[in-house]
């Protein structure tokens, strides 16, 4: 009988070996510049944990540097997007050196996603709360269901969404971020939509289609131009009104320089298609 034990011990060890090798924690697919990484442990509500984030983070550049590489889309499988931390990891028992690995690692993510040269697309089709829902206020654009909602609900636990806070804060109005802070009242996708954390609202079964759509023509653009693009934004949004456009008139002046700048004027005075190098090599 022991024996026996032994061996259906192992099976079992065995058994859930596979199964977790079988269900990666995201699903990543690339095709005409779209890369789709699927958020994929819906057991745990896609819960970013410390695999998670890293497994993330991975998945974000790996090829970040190839013209192949358009636009990145965020997805998720099971009706959340993300529930945020794994509470199992933010325990005394898991200690104060590993909770700061934890939200070190997440803000590494968050700023990576603002950070890098193409854009990146969230997609929703549920519940985002506390660090799910930091995520997508940190997507450069977002495309929600209608049954969708937000929320940051940590202080209900003991825990304030502090670090959710910041991404949160500067996608919505100072008040209704801190209501939604203090309250951890979700936000429906309509009123989402209203104050500034979504792009756009769509039924259901139409939520992949205008996703695809927003990327299809993100495509369609030279990579070089909107990765400065999106680099001019981040930096000028934090700056003073007059220091912004000082700012920005000098990133026009360099955009004119590019090749890709002066071929897409080129092609719009000539009525035909431009053909982008995707570089960043100026005219000589």
């Known amino acids: 009988m022991a024996l026996f034990r032994v061996s259906r011990y192992r099976l079992c060890a065995i058994q859930k070996w596979f199964s977790s090798a079988a269900e990666p924690l995201t699903i990543v697919n690339q095709t005409d510049g779209i890369r789709t990484i699927q958020l994929n442990n819906n057991k745990k509500r896609n819960a970013l944990s410390l695999e998670m984030l890293e497994t993330l983070k991975n998945d974000i550049v790996e090829g970040l540097d190839t013209k192949d590489l358009r636009v990145i889309i965020l997805s998720h499988k099971g009706a959340v997007f993300s529930s945020g931390h794994d509470l199992k990891e933010l325990t005394n028992s898991t200690g104060i050196d590993f909770h700061q690995k934890i939200f070190h690692a997440c803000s590494e993510l968050m700023t990576l996603v603002q950070d890098i040269p193409v854009p990146v697309i969230a997609q929703v089709k549920g519940l985002a709360t506390a660090a799910g829902c930091q995520l997508v206020a940190s997507c450069d654009i977002a495309v929600a269901s ?13 825990l304030f969404c502090s670090t959710p806070g910041v991404a949160v804060g500067r996608s919505l109005p100072r008040k209704v971020a801190l209501e939604m802070l203090f309250t951890g009242f ?8 209203k104050h500034g954390l979504l792009s756009k609202v769509v039924p259901d079964d139409k939520v992949e289609e205008e996703t695809m759509k927003i990327a299809s023509k993100i495509c369609e653009t030279s990579r070089s131009v909107l990765a400065m693009g999106k680099a001019c934004f981040n ?6 009104r007059d220091d912004a456009y000082s700012y920005a008139e000098k990133v026009m002046v360099t955009n004119l320089m590019m090749k890709d700048g002066q071929e897409g004027i080129q092609a ?4 035909r298609k431009p053909f982008w190098t995707h ?6």
């Open 186 to 193: 979700p936000l429906s996708a309509q009123d989402a939509l």
């Open 279 to 284: 570089d960043v090599e100026k005219m000589t």
């Open 235 to 240: 930096t000028q949004i934090a700056k003073t």
């Open 268 to 271: 719009f005075l000539s009525k």
């Open 146 to 158: 209608e049954e969708s909602r937000f929320a940051t609900p940590g202080v209900n636990i003991g």
